[in-house]
């Protein structure tokens, strides 16, 4: 229960900053490029919550029909990846991989142009 507890000494406010240069997220551009797709789910009526995780060098935008649910699809962006075409992947539901592509641009247009739907 203890492996994740961080024991501060000294100055918390240098331990803070120090943390915040490690954090990788979605840059302000990209974020509004997915929340706009987001939102044309939600206006649809197919998509009803999200969820945004970063854990090392991934970070994932996931996407849940209900938010009790395993995610419909997860957008995610890999900073350290040696091979620039899988920089951003679009992953459905059972971990397969849709569309990887170098430009998160080209993936939304790319899930634009796929009609997403839940098979059921």
Known sequence: MLNNTKIISGNAYLLDEKNKENIKFFSREELNQILSLYARGVSSGEWKDYAIDSKNSITSFS????????????????????RTDEKWQAVSMSGEIIKRNKNLTNLIKFLNRKNLSLVK
Not at 68 to 80: G, R, T, W, Y
Request: charged share 40%.
């Open 63 to 82: 996407i849940f029909r209900r938010s009790s649910e395993m995610p419909f699809l997860k957008i995610v962006k890999d900073q350290k990846t040696k």
